[in-house]
């Protein structure tokens, strides 16, 4: 089985550009997750999908982000425009059931210069 | 008050040891819990998680959850230098039937040989 792959790995774009990060979950999946961990914090939640529907995106910090998973399958996360503070790892989870415990991805290093 | 909170670490103990990572939260109304493991540089994994009062056992790890002291830890036997990782405390909340987890800091941990 494979697991959840995201891409790119890593991202250098200078403040005032747009990003776009992709996530590909586990086949069969409906739920997927977004988290982020900024430099020296927790990891915390941005959002939930279920199938292509948000069931939950109270952690999404401000209009700048927004997601989408169009026909259920993979997502993006797009930061337009990107700044300073948007930098740190964002990583995508998914899982079957709801409280199932998550798997991740690789992660997305995000830099903002 | 975080709502997640870890022992700080880092903790260190000789191989073959038992290392006792332990984990308090805030919302009484919780009701899944997880550990996952994170090797540097890589994402989380999940190792275990557990909803019900009392120990669960996999292998070589134990989950111990006491609701009414709002207290969860993670009991690692046998410790080996393949142990040394952050272990992530993670608690879903009973307002969410959506699976958003909230994560602790994590603790360090490096098993010596």
């Known amino acids: 089985e494979a697991g959840v792959t995201q891409f790119p790995s890593h991202s250098v774009i200078e403040k005032g550009q747009t990003v776009t990060l992709r996530c590909d979950p586990i086949s069969g999946h409906d739920n997927l997750y977004w988290y982020r961990r900024v430099m020296g914090k927790e990891i915390k939640f941005l959002l939930h999908f279920v199938k292509e529907s948000k069931q939950d995106e109270s952690g999404m910090p401000n209009n700048r982000f927004l997601a989408e998973r169009t026909g259920g399958t993979y997502s993006t996360l797009k930061v337009q425009p990107a700044e300073l503070e948007d930098s740190g790892v964002y990583f995508c989870a998914s899982s079957q059931g709801a409280s199932r415990g998550y798997t991740f991805g690789s992660g997305t290093r995000l830099t903002v210069v | 008050q975080k709502e997640v909170e870890q022992n700080s670490g880092p903790l260190s103990v000789p191989e073959g040891a038992i290392a006792s990572l332990n984990c308090t939260y805030s919302?009484?109304?919780?009701?899944?819990f997880f550990w996952y493991r994170q090797y540097s540089g890589k994402s989380p994994e999940l190792i275990m998680f557990i909803y019900s009062n009392g120990d669960k056992e996999d292998g070589r790890f134990t989950a111990q959850l006491n609701k009414a002291s709002q207290y969860v830890s993670l009991l690692i036997r046998d410790s080996q230098p393949s142990d040394s990782a952050t272990y992530l405390c993670?608690?879903?909340?009973?307002?969410?039937?959506?699976?958003?987890?909230?994560f602790g800091d994590g603790t360090t941990l490096t098993v010596k040989p």
């Open positions: 919302d009484r109304g919780s009701q899944s």
């Open positions: 993670a608690v879903n909340s009973h307002n969410t039937n959506a699976g958003k987890s909230t």
